[in-house]
């Protein structure tokens, strides 16, 4: 299959009943510079390997919790300006099909969009669009700078030249280059919202669904940044990858002394471009209130995740008596502080000058999984397989069908809001999901 694009054929290939264009290069970049795009070579350019991920220390809490390597299959290079396409194999409508960018989460510092974990397949396949999956710099390679002639925020720019790279091509493709919704878990949700404060991203996407996003650590990182800042200044930007790895791992430790903020030290910087200062931030998300739908919730027990790798957490749950109480409480205000009511007053904050904003909670899982409607849950739901879905710790204690029933519910209701924008008012499905109408509430 050849797609024909303003910058040369792309050859994609067949994968069941999707086609498939995968690592392609929307740009490129030298180390801590400024992405530019490409012309392709060779002409076909060979769509047919994953995407190279960005350097990084592997998480083995999420390849633990999927049973599986989440990383298997790919190759790493700091040079990771890629992304991959997923479309029925079938022609498309004549007015194109809606786009759905994923932009994955992994606390800036992990994962991929290639990763098997986040494999689109089945939201292609039921619903009739086309997902793109991207890779952008992570870590001290894309989120640290502002030092030393560095930038900051090298890898939401990496974002945005992807936004641009799929505003301009994916017509090619048979989407809809007026009807792209972002959607992304965790840091891949916080950058979505920091991306609609951003320059230079106004007509670049028109939905945004923000899944399980750390929203009430965003703020009074300066201090923290700065330590970061003071330890990477001394090694030399041509360091090699090893050693700049290294030291990531070890300011990710260090940063913990700073509280649940140090629980992810590395992300977006305000008062760097693209983004504006801090203290800006809730009047500009109001001032583009109407520019975007928002599809935006949590998990209801989103840092149940975190127990099984907390010594000191498995031992509260032991105590006799009041130790599981004890532990929910926490799991309860953890979630809220730092998930459930950011979201909340970010949605509020929207509708209070015309947004449109729906908001969910999402309580899956059976009753007896201790890690029940947790963080990554979602994540599980919404691209995995049945089978997939039998193996993780998150599908523990479900059925067959129910599996198949759960995940094709969430991606029905994920694909209907990138179709439309829209979901009915208010809605539960029971042991699923729920959502409402921030704007009613």
């Known amino acids: 299959m050849i797609f024909q694009t303003a910058i040369g054929d792309i050859q994609g290939w067949r994968n069941g009943k999707l086609i498939r264009a995968t690592g392609i290069p929307y740009a490129k970049a030298d180390r801590y510079g400024i992405p530019e795009e490409v012309e392709l070579s060779p002409i076909p350019f060979p769509a047919v390997k994953k995407s190279p991920a960005c350097p990084q220390n592997l998480s083995q809490k999420t390849s633990t919790l ?3 390597n989440i990383m298997e299959g790919l190759t790493f290079t700091e040079h990771c300006q890629y992304l991959s396409i997923s479309l029925p194999l079938a022609p498309p409508p004549s007015t194109g099909r809606p786009v759905m960018v994923w932009i994955h989460g992994g606390s800036y510092t992990s994962g991929a969009g290639d990763s098997p974990m986040y494999d689109p397949r089945l939201l292609v396949e039921e619903h009739d669009l086309i997902v793109v999956n991207i890779n952008y710099r992570l870590g001290i390679l894309g989120f640290l700078g502002g030092y030393g002639n560095i930038p900051a925020n090298l890898g939401l720019i990496d974002i945005i030249a992807a936004l641009k790279w799929i505003k301009k091509h994916i017509s090619s493709f048979g989407g809809d280059p007026e009807n792209i919704t972002l959607f992304g878990q965790s840091s891949g949700g916080d950058a979505i919202a920091h991306l609609m404060l951003a320059d230079d991203v106004t007509t670049l996407f028109h939905k945004v669904i923000i899944q399980s996003a750390p929203l009430g650590i965003r703020k009074d990182k300066s201090a923290m940044i700065q330590k970061m800042i003071s330890r990477a200044e001394t090694l030399p930007k041509d360091a090699d990858i090893d050693e700049l790895l ?8 260090s940063m913990k002394r700073f509280g649940l903020k140090g629980g992810m030290p590395f992300g ?3 008062g760097h471009y693209p983004l504006p200062r801090e203290e800006d931030a809730e009047k500009i998300w109001r001032e583009r209130a109407k520019q975007w739908s928002v599809l935006i919730g949590w998990t209801e027990r989103e840092t149940s995740v975190f127990v099984p790798f907390s010594s000191k957490l498995k031992a509260v ?6 130790g599981k109480v004890v532990l929910e409480w926490f799991i309860r205000k953890t ?28 309580n899956w899982g059976h009753k007896n999984n201790n890690i029940r409607a ?3 849950s979602d994540i599980a739901l919404l691209f995995g397989s049945v089978e997939l879905l039998q193996d993780s710790a998150f599908g523990r204690g479900k059925s067959i069908e129910e599996l198949k029933r759960d995940g094709e519910e969430i991606r029905k209701i994920w694909s209907r809001f990138a179709r439309t924008g829209n979901l009915e008012e208010d809605r ?8 409402y109408n921030s704007s009613n509430s």
């Open 268 to 270: 977006v910087q305000y």
């Open 428 to 435: 539960i499905v029971p042991g699923i999901v729920s959502y």
């Open 246 to 253: 290294k030291l990531q791992n070890e300011l990710v430790l």
């Open 374 to 376: 947790s963080h990554i």
């Open 66 to 68: 999927m049973k599986r």
């Open 317 to 322: 749950g032991k105590i006799p008596g009041l």
């Open 335 to 362: 979630t809220d502080r730092i998930y459930r009511n950011p979201a909340k007053a970010f949605a509020q904050n929207i509708v209070t000058n015309g947004g449109s904003v729906y908001c969910y909670n999402m």
